[in-house]
């Protein structure tokens, strides 16, 4: 039964990450459309209409090389944001076991067991020793 969509979709490139953010902010533009009125209304519906047609583009291309180059750069772009959420997300699961400190001298970000008192902490970066509550 799904022999013919797999025939279909044979050779083409269907969905990574660039295609997955695009039907996101698309579906989120068609949300927002329904709380404006004017030519707000018409530039955001414009943009999910183009972002959709993009997606079914970029779905049902054959041209692998191109599409793979387009969500490798798109990867390397929203890479710092990524890099912050995992951060955030590695911060917040031992936030009961470590503390977090700010070099002053190099602002580099320091990771210390939690509950030892007042200790002295050296930065690996800069070696810059400060005093610090944990
Ligand atoms: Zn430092």
Known sequence: MMDWL??????RHGVDQLNLVMM???IFLTIVENFVR???FFLLFALAVLLFVLV??????RN????RRENQKFLTIVQPVTRWGSTMRSRW???KVCRYFRCPHCKATL??????????IKCPVCKTEFIRKT
């Open 111 to 120: 990771r210390v067991p939690r509950g030892k008192g007042k200790i002295q």
């Open 24 to 26: 996101l902010a698309a």
């Open 6 to 11: 797999q025939r279909f979709m044979y050779g």
């Open 93 to 95: 699961r031992d936030r």
């Open 64 to 67: 692998e090389e191109k599409r």
């Open 56 to 61: 079914v583009f970029r779905m049902f291309s």
């Open 38 to 40: 004017g030519p707000v």
